[in-house]
């Protein structure tokens, strides 16, 4: 598959979780930039909510690295109105979810808002997602293994309106 310009990555569970150090490694065989904006502490279970009445503060961590003091939703907002408003990204992954997010867990997952509020965007987007994931690297091999692949089938699928996976 060809490379992608830039993908976006977030995700809920903070800017130092092992889910979004292995999406990056993901990320980078996908796209020729990828640039994170991840919430600044955990925001698990915070649905599609946004911070309002609040200044919400952000900084670069290093270069396409963004931290934000809101939630992963405030995060993609951040991005896609701020960083990326005249280069909006080709794809938006969010994850990898150390939890599995799935029946009812979706509907308040901050995992699958940040996907969601990209697809709202028109642009592709997919929440990723693992049972079992913790803060160990080696939790994460069945990501590992097989992330790119399942990406890049879910790209290869044309649909008419941007995508929005959960997975």
Known sequence: MKKLNNILISNDDGFE???LK???KIAEQLANNVIIVSPQKN???KSKSITIKENINFREISKNFWVVDGTPTDCIIFALNHLLKK???DLILSGINAGSNIGDEVSYSGTVAAAWEGAVRKIDSIALSQYGGDNKINSYKCSQAKGY???NYLLKIKLKTPKFYNV
């Open 87 to 89: 280069d909006k990204p």
């Open 149 to 151: 692949d399942i990406i």
């Open 22 to 24: 292995v999406l990056l």
């Open 43 to 45: 925001q698990s279970a």
């Open 17 to 19: 979780a092992v889910g």
